[in-house]
């Protein structure tokens, strides 16, 4: 069975970087799209960002845009989120997540109704 491995996470001070990374064990992704949540504490999960498998076409949500970056390598199989200008609002467990590999039509990024397929999480903690 596929599933989705999450790695990068852990601890670092407000202001500095971290790369999480996503790969699908056993097999090559197939999928429409691999996005990033988020989830902290006794709050929703939220889209953090969301690329398309196939052109790359990027989502983020507005509170990473500039700092975060979403990208994909087709080759190793591998989504990555970089993030740099870590603040401790930042704080969460991060999931992957995949679609099945459906047409693009009324693709809603931020829907996590969106995605079949999740991973277990990985930590991320920012200190002030």
């Known amino acids: 069975q596929v599933q989705l491995v999450e790695s990068g996470g852990g601890l670092v001070q407000a202001g500095g970087s971290l790369r999480l990374s996503c790969s699908a064990s056993?097999?090559?992704?197939?999928?429409?799209?691999v996005a990033w949540f988020r989830q902290a504490p006794e709050q929703e999960r939220i889209l953090v960002a969301a690329?398309?498998?196939?052109?790359?076409?990027?989502f983020y949500d507005t509170s990473v845009k500039g700092r975060f970056t979403i990208s994909r390598d087709n080759a190793k199989n591998t989504v990555y989120l970089q993030m740099n200008s870590l603040k401790p609002e930042d704080t969460a467990v991060y999931y992957c997540?995949?679609?099945?590999?459906?047409?693009?039509?009324?693709?809603?990024?931020?829907?996590?109704?969106?995605?079949?397929?999740w991973g277990q999480g990985t930590q991320v903690t920012v200190s002030s």
């Open positions: 997540a995949s679609t099945s590999p459906r047409d693009s039509r009324h693709y809603s990024p931020a829907n996590k109704n969106e995605y079949e397929l």
């Open positions: 056993g097999r090559t992704f197939s999928t429409y799209a």
């Open positions: 690329i398309t498998w196939s052109s790359g076409i990027t």
